[in-house]
């Protein structure tokens, strides 16, 4: 069974950091893009960050340019992201997603994570 396992919300006061951890399981031979998305209550899922297998430049959210980082471990199936100078209108839930996803010689257009919650308040 192909899984994504997110680890490391939690309250952060404005300005600070987090960092989340996201591991696939389950026999993966590939991943064609990780990333991470977020969902803030009343608004609809939005992409943060994603990295494309072979692709040099990540890609990132206007919103967190500048501020959040995203990496991938291609070999160990893990992305994370950095999150820095965290604003109050970063709390969301941060899900991690996998797209082009290969596991056990089955096919999957995408897979999402459970869900982190992050949020930023005094």
């Known amino acids: 069974q192909v899984q994504l396992v997110e680890s490391g919300g939690g309250l952060v006061q404005p300005g600070g950091s987090l960092r989340l951890s996201c591991a696939a399981s389950?026999?993966?031979?590939?991943?064609?893009?990780m990333g991470w998305y977020r969902q803030a209550p009343g608004k609809q899922r939005e992409l943060v960050a994603s990295v494309v297998t072979g692709v040099g430049s990540p890609n990132y959210a206007d919103s967190v340019k500048g501020r959040f980082t995203i990496s991938r471990d291609n070999a160990k199936n893990t992305v994370s992201l950095q999150m820095n100078s965290l604003k109050p209108e970063d709390t969301a839930i941060y899900y991690c997603?996998?797209?082009?996803?290969?596991?056990?010689?089955?096919?999957?257009?995408?897979?999402w994570g459970q869900g982190t919650l992050v949020t930023v308040s005094s």
């Open positions: 997603n996998g797209q082009g996803v290969v596991s056990a010689g089955r096919g999957y257009r995408e897979i």
């Open positions: 389950g026999s993966i031979s590939s991943i064609n893009v």
